[in-house]
């Protein structure tokens, strides 16, 4: 069971990146994947959730009107892009699964999920 994030780097505001999180091992399809951020000095916070099955999804506050998560279940992938992203959207961000968890109204505690991937770091200059 392996989780695999990439698309991190260096870009300015308001350029579009595009985040993947790569699942071997499993079907990440049936799993809820969650990203998650660590920026410098702050804890882990959960941004954005997808549930299995239906695919709802969550974004909390502070992104939702930014960030989209998407899955190609072909390529048992999940996808997070960042739309107009903001030097405060700097951190590491990290995929988490897990097969028990939903993300109707809430991105589930960091605590929660089960497989994590190694986290891929963003970095959004001014």
């Known amino acids: 069971v392996q989780l695999v994030e990439s698309g991190g780097g260096l870009v300015q505001s308001g350029e579009s990146l595009r985040l993947s999180c790569a699942a071997s091992?499993?079907?990440?399809?049936?799993?809820?994947v969650g990203w998650l951020r660590e920026a410098p000095g702050k804890e882990r916070e959960g941004v954005s959730c997808i549930t299995h099955g239906n695919g709802t999804e969550h974004h909390v506050d502070s992104v939702k009107d930014r960030f989209t998560i998407s899955r190609d279940n072909v390529q048992n992938t999940v996808y997070l892009t960042v739309s107009s992203p903001k030097p405060e959207d700097t951190a590491k961000y990290y995929c988490?699964?897990?097969?028990?968890?939903?993300?109707?109204?809430?991105?589930?505690?960091?605590?929660?999920?089960?497989?994590w991937g190694q986290g891929t770091k963003v970095t959004v200059s001014p």
């Open positions: 988490a699964a897990d097969a028990e968890l939903y993300c109707s109204d809430a991105v589930p505690d960091k605590t929660e999920f089960g497989s």
């Open positions: 091992g499993f079907t990440l399809g049936d799993y809820a």
